[in-house]
């Protein structure tokens, strides 16, 4: 009985041909849902800048939606925005875990979050009383 040649040497083709996973803009709070899930189950290899970059940037998405949903909650519009303004508000918290889960550190993303939704009020605050009078 021989040793075949190569024996365990297989390359899995499925893991070679992964390609990275790409984030853009995103207004859709399913499209975003379903990215970070993706992102969960199918990122494989993590280094400095990737998956950090690509989830920042959902990150950033997030933050300007809020912004927006944010504005609308000084009209009449209200009713509409708030509970999409808590939908957001937890992608912020599937962002974080995701950020916990690559090994990033989830204080460092929750007081950069914090501070971005306190700039966002702020901007609120410049544009309804300040710039608009209301």
């Known amino acids: 009985m021989g040793l075949t040649n190569g024996w365990g040497d297989e ?11 790409k984030v853009g803009f995103s207004w859709n709070f399913i499209s975003t849902n379903n ?33 927006i949903f944010e504005m609308l909650m000084h009209s009449v519009l ?26 990033y550190s989830s204080l460092l993303y929750w007081l950069i979050a914090i501070g971005a939704i306190a700039l966002c009020a702020g901007a609120n605050y410049l544009v309804w009383y300040v710039l608009l009078g209301m």
Do not use: C, H
């Open 11 to 21: 390359i899995d083709e499925e893991l070679q041909n992964k390609k990275q996973l």
């Open 78 to 103: 209200a009713i509409v925005a708030l509970p999409f303004f808590f939908l957001y508000g937890m992608i912020l918290f599937k962002l974080s875990r995701l950020f916990k889960r690559f090994g």
């Open 35 to 67: 990215l970070i899930t993706r992102f969960d189950q199918e990122v494989g290899e993590v280094n400095e800048n990737y998956p950090k970059s690509e989830i920042v940037k959902m990150w950033y998405s997030t933050l300007i939606v809020m912004l």
